[in-house]
T-cell receptor
Framework: DGGITQSPKYLFRKEGQNVTLSCEQN?????MYWYRQDPGQGLRLIYYSQIVNDFQKGDIAEGYSVSREKKESFPLTVTSAQKNPTAFYLCASSGPGGGGQPQHFGDGTRLSIL | SQKIEQNSEALNIQEGKTATLTCNYTNYSPAYLQWYRQDPGRGPVFLLLIRENEKEKRKERLKVTFDTTLKQSLFHITASQPADSATYLC???????????FGRGTSLIVHP
């Protein structure tokens, strides 16, 4: 079955540590996204990528970094500069067709501080 | 600034009734409006998309309306079941951008 796989499901970060969240898709989609979801809040866009080797900052990119070396993969690194990283992180992808295309989501990674 | 409003209070209804959820927006001219379902600890799942020139769209027990004059979308689930209990998110996007803006979602609880 085609879809988006995020790992790990739960992740703990120590003070001063960088952690990387994995996102893999086998939908052959060019566009991929990372969102952060906090309780009672909407999804906030961290980074997005329209094509391999290119990515753009979203609304809350500070303290995060990404890479897009392969079409299938879009890992997110939460750096030590992100002072409030505890949240539910969602990765998504979409096919061609602009805003008329639905987003396909993974099942998220919940990040907590140790 | 662009704003999407969904009722933050949970909607409680009895099984078999029709659930109606609201999505209002301001300072936005969306070309597309989407509805998603999110279960606890899971990612959102796409349900329906409606275009600005469409008034209504249906899929099985689901119906979405889109009123660009009122700047509002209504999402209906007929003959609701306890399994429909979840949080429902609306998302808007313009024709030029493929990145939707999501509302905070409304929790629906269907009681048996």
């Amino acid at each position: 079955d085609g879809g988006i796989t995020q790992s790990p499901k739960y992740l703990f970060r120590k003070e001063g540590q960088n952690v990387t969240l994995s996102c893999e898709q086998n939908l052959n989609h060019d566009a991929m996204y990372w969102y952060r979801q906090d309780p009672g809040q909407g999804l906030r866009l961290i980074y997005y990528s329209q094509i391999v080797n290119d990515f753009q900052k979203g609304d809350i990119a500070e303290g995060y970094s990404v890479s897009r070396e392969k079409k299938e993969s879009f890992p997110l690194t939460v750096t030590s500069a992100q002072k409030n990283p505890t949240a539910f992180y969602l990765c998504a992808s979409s096919g061609p067709g602009g805003g008329g295309q639905p987003q396909h989501f993974g099942d998220g990674t919940r990040l907590s501080i140790l | 600034s662009q704003k999407i409003e969904q009722n933050s209070e949970a909607l409680n209804i009895q099984e078999g009734k029709t659930a109606t959820l609201t999505c209002n927006y301001t300072n936005y001219s969306p070309a597309y409006l989407q509805w998603y379902r999110q279960d606890p600890g899971r990612g959102p799942v796409f349900l329906l998309l409606i275009r600005e020139n469409e008034k209504e769209k249906r899929k099985e027990r689901l119906k979405v309306t889109f009123d660009t004059t009122l700047k509002q979308s209504l999402f209906h689930i007929t003959a609701s079941q306890p399994a429909d209990s979840a949080t429902y998110l609306c998302a808007l996007s313009s024709g030029g951008s493929y990145i939707p803006t999501f509302g905070r979602g409304t929790s629906l609880i269907v009681h048996p």
